[in-house]
Structures are given as C-alpha cells and as structure tokens.
C-alpha cells in the first residue's frame, strides 16, 4: 500500500499563498490519479482538487477553481497544490489521497491510501 505524506502547511495571512506537497512511497505513484481534500473543524472531509496518472487531467471543485492548481512529478512520486488568494475559508487539514477512480469530475478515493494531513491557517 502506498504511502503518503504531505508537507507545506502553516500560517498565512489572507491573500496569501502556499504549496502544498504530497511524498508517495512505491513504484506505482505513476499509475494512478491523485488528489487532494481538505477537512476544516466540525466538517466533513471534502474533495478539493484531483489529477491523472498523466497529469493532463485535472479537476476542482468550484470554491478553488482559478486560485488552487494541482499538480504531479511522476520522477519525483510527488503530487503538489498550489494554493493563491488564500481565503480564510481555506482553513483546514489538508489530505492527499491516491485515488480508488477518477474520470471527468468524477473522483473516488482510495479509503487505505490516506496522509497523515497538512494544517492550513489563513488569517483574516
């Protein structure tokens, strides 16, 4: 099972920007579509954003559309969010996942294949 760990998070004032990372163990990084979610306090864990093995396709949902980009280095097993015009809405842990399915808008996560999270503070 592939193992993740994602790094970038902290603190940041309104506006602002982070990039998130997301280190996979394995040789099968390549093969499988990846994604991102967050889980802010007291909410459920929704999806953020999502890419193909290729990374020609990608997916977000509506909230970051146009200020988060994902990304992926195959070479490097590494999955990236780049976050800009940070919102205060954006707090929370953010997750990386290695996907179950993933076509057009559609993504399924992988439940086994989760991080450990990132924690994303934006000030107002």
């Known amino acids: 099972q592939v193992q993740l760990v994602e790094s970038g998070g902290g603190l940041v004032q309104a506006g602002g920007s982070l990039r998130l990372s997301c280190a996979a163990s394995g040789r099968t990084f390549s093969s499988y579509a990846m994604g991102w979610f967050r889980q802010a306090p007291g909410k459920e864990r929704e999806f953020v954003a999502a890419i193909s093995w290729s990374g020609d396709s990608t997916y977000y949902v509506d909230s970051v559309k146009g200020r988060f980009t994902i990304h992926r280095d195959n070479a490097k097993n590494t999955v990236y969010l780049q976050m800009n015009s940070l919102k205060p809405e954006d707090t929370a842990v953010y997750y990386c996942?290695?996907?179950?399915?993933?076509?057009?808008?559609?993504?399924?996560?992988?439940?086994?294949?989760w991080g450990q999270g990132t924690q994303v503070t934006v000030s107002s």
């Open positions: 996942n290695q996907a179950a399915y993933y076509r057009g808008s559609t993504y399924r996560p992988n439940p086994r294949s």
